[in-house]
């Protein structure tokens, strides 16, 4: 074999298959399990784990967050994963190529620190590196994120308003608060890798000052807010739903209905119920 082959990191390559509304859901379990990135790709899911130093006994606890997924969806068993060995060949970076500069809205632009962004005197550009941190912008919960937050923002009274962004990730949502001059911003992150790319990319769009960002969750954040987001998992958002609801403030409540009801696509949660 080739020297320079031989030299090559290896990585194990694990695909799970499922359909694909309940993807994200799998691909989470999974992160949080092994600490990885994971790619969500039809039909299913796919992730990497250094062959070098594999976690011990990686397959039972593979089979064990299969179980679980498989328990909270009521999915019978077996779900037939299969995984095989793949040379590094600078794939850890190649999703950056697909990784465009992207309108969501009618001013965000949401684009990567390598690309530019194309934007016009009305424009709004978050900068983003994500990291291993949830949030690009492509991912449909997010832009229904930033599309809902441009509409309230252009209806709202209020120009100084607060927003407490829950479950931050990459920072995206905080960032788009601040662009749009909300005067408080509370951004909180349970994971402490999302918390640290979140600072740099809150700094990357000097909104340092802005945005006070902390590792916790709702609970962690005193007060309320004018806004409050959560872009996270069905689980967890369900469970935390009344704490959020306690932390929204009042002024909201006042605003006329229309402002409340942007007219934005609305996520199916039938599934959930």
Known sequence: ??????????????????????????A???????????????????????????????????QGVIEEFAALFELPLPIAWQS??????GWADLWKVHFKPLRVGERFIVCPTWEEPGAGEQDLVIRI???????????????????????WDRNRANSNGSLLDVGTGSGILAIAAGLLGFAEIVAVDID????????????????TERVRLARGSAVDAPGRFD?????IQAAPLIELAPLLTAKLGLNLCRQPRNML?????????????
Not at 4 to 17: A, G, H, N, S, T
Not at 192 to 207: G, S, T
């Open 227 to 231: 806004v409050v987001l959560a872009n």
């Open 28 to 62: 989470a379990l999974v992160a949080e399990r092994f600490a990885v990135g994971v790619e969500i790709a039809a039909p299913g899911v796919r992730f990497y784990l250094d062959e070098c130093s594999l976690p011990e006994q990686w397959e039972i606890q593979l």
């Open 261 to 273: 009801e942007p007219k934005v696509p609305q996520l199916n949660l039938q599934r959930f119920q």
């Open 84 to 89: 095989h060995s793949i040379a590094d060949a």
């Open 129 to 151: 590196d994500p990291g291993q941190a949830f949030g690009t912008g492509h991912h449909e919960t997010t832009r229904l994120c930033l599309e809902w937050l441009d509409h």
């Open 1 to 26: 074999m080739d020297s320079f082959l031989e030299d090559r990191k290896q990585w194990k390559c694990v695909e799970i298959p499922c359909e694909a509304v309940y993807a994200d859901d799998l």
């Open 192 to 207: 402490p890798e999302a918390v640290a790319v979140a600072e740099e990319n809150i700094a990357r769009n000097r909104l």
